[in-house]
């Protein structure tokens, strides 16, 4: 209890904010300093009545001398003391307690904020946007083996002005709809673009539509990326067959001059030509392909002839260059290279089988199995060699005349035979496309009589010896 007895009583003045403004109820000081004021005013009282009996019997005044319990102290004049001279004042940093805190002093500001408490930086996890670390430009290091020398070289910047153009004054590629400020420069890296021109080049080869691809082109919306187009395009239809380089040369005749400009189509072919030694290590007849390429894009007017010339200045001895001026100097040349590619360049049916007779023909006379076979690949028709057979025996029947002829050695049925023989046991045309045409050709015996009549005998001789070929199944 002693220990309890020290500590003092809670006081306005130690309490701080209360809500009770007007302190009803609470006692201003402790006890023990009313106790010591109640004294004090007795004291005074007393000394009051003595002054007054002193003054009736017309006595002097004199101090009272007061002495300070039993021990003898000096003579002290005593005044009388106010309320808040005797008030309990509570220091800060002693061990009192303490409620009104700094944070919470009202001249301070009121009630405690913790956003004014420190974090470091701009806050609890949160960059300083003055700091300046976020907007240093960090240069990429060439021995990185993440660096990507294209990426590098073929950034593109963002224009902040609104009136800003270029120094080569060319049209802004866009209007940013977010910022509503213009775009300047290619919208897709060139690794990006190249992989979306791969995209469109394999789609054309199935659809055929280049309309599609032009739309394409165009939405890409990179126009310093355009050369890469003829690149690209050619680069892929050197693995394909002549169909594919066909539609690949008439693709090229579509883009010019728009989207491709001529210094887009000059620019691609001089890629072209610098890749050479890249694209012959995956296909060996790749020079000889791109110089077709160059002479028939020189027939259809996309390049000018100019451009052999000054690329023969600039590389003399370029023998692809020397192929294209070959096939330009044949005579009636822009007729030959429009079938550049050969029969199987997607050419019309009545074409195709004005080619079949000519080949069978010409077979017929030589009776070289190699070059008619070379041929027959190259037309690169598949799906459609039951037509040669039909087309074929139908020859032999009317080069064998109108009676049938007994001689092998003469004759041009046999022949027929061991020419398709040949063709089934070197994998260039099935064994079902065989059986079509002669299914075919039983369909057309009526109409083969009339000008053979012994058309159906010569048929079924020619089966025989289909199966003895190893043309047709036992079976059949």
């Not at 904020?113 to 003055?130: E, I, L, N």
């Not at 800003?164 to 775009?183: F, Q």
């Not at 200045?313 to 294209?324: F, I, L, Q, T, W």
């Not at 299914?439 to 025989?464: C, T």
Request: aromatic share 4%; charged share 30%.
């Amino acid at each position: 209890m002693a220990d309890f007895a020290k500590k003092s009583e809670v006081t306005i003045e130690t309490m701080g904010k209360v809500h009770n403004p007007t302190g009803a109820g609470v006692r201003a000081v402790s006890s023990g300093v009313q106790r010591k004021a109640a004294s004090v005013a007795a004291a005074g009282k007393n000394e009051n009545g003595n002054g007054n009996s002193s003054n009736g019997n017309k006595t002097p005044h004199h101090p009272v001398s007061h002495s300070h319990g039993s021990r003898p102290g000096p003579h002290r004049h005593h005044h009388h003391i106010t309320d808040d001279e005797l008030a309990t004042h509570v220091k800060e940093g002693t061990a009192k307690r303490n409620i009104t805190r700094k944070k919470t002093d009202p001249a301070v500001g009121g009630n405690y904020d913790s956003k004014s408490k420190k974090m470091g930086g701009a806050g609890k996890g949160k960059w300083d946007p003055m700091d300046g670390a976020d907007s240093e430009h960090l240069e990429l290091d060439k021995d990185d083996p993440l660096y990507d020398e294209e990426a590098a070289d073929n950034k593109y910047n963002l224009t902040t002005a609104e009136d800003a153009i270029p120094a080569d004054g060319k049209d802004p590629t866009l209007m940013d709809g977010i910022t509503d400020r213009k775009v300047y420069g290619p919208m897709l890296t060139l690794a990006e673009f190249k992989l979306q021109v791969a995209e469109a080049v394999k789609e054309y080869f199935d659809a055929s539509d280049a309309d599609e691809v032009l739309r394409g082109i165009i939405e890409l919306k990179c126009r310093e990326f355009h050369p890469e187009v003829v690149k690209k395009a050619i680069s892929l239809s050197l693995d394909k067959g002549p169909r594919e380089r066909e539609i690949i040369s008439k693709l090229l005749t579509h883009l010019h001059p728009t989207p491709l400009a001529d210094s887009d189509m000059e620019a691609g072919f001089e890629l072209l030509l610098d890749s050479l030694d890249d694209l012959c290590i995956d296909c060996p007849d790749a020079k000889s392909m791109v110089g077709s390429f160059l002479a028939r894009a020189v027939v259809d007017e996309v390049l000018p002839p100019a451009f052999l010339s000054n690329r023969n200045n600039s590389h003399p001895g370029d023998e692809v260059v020397e192929k294209a001026v070959g096939l330009l100097s044949r005579e009636h040349c822009t007729a030959r290279l429009e079938h550049v590619w050969g029969p199987g360049d997607g050419r019309p049916v009545s074409e195709l089988k004005d080619v079949m007779d000519q080949l069978l023909e010409e077979y017929l006379l030589s009776r070289e199995l190699d070059e008619a076979a070379r041929c027959v690949r190259e037309m690169g028709s598949s799906h459609y060699h039951h037509e040669l057979l039909k087309r074929g025996v139908k020859i032999a029947m009317e080069k064998d005349g109108k009676d049938h002829k007994d001689d092998a050695a003469t004759s041009a049925l046999d022949a027929m035979a061991a020419l398709f023989s040949f063709l089934v046991k070197n994998s260039i045309v099935s064994e079902y496309q065989v059986a079509k045409g002669i299914s075919r050709l039983h369909k057309l015996i009526p109409d083969i009589k009339l000008d053979v009549p012994a058309a159906e005998a010569m048929l079924s001789e020619f089966e025989e010896m289909a199966k003895e070929g190893g043309c047709l199944p036992a079976s059949t």
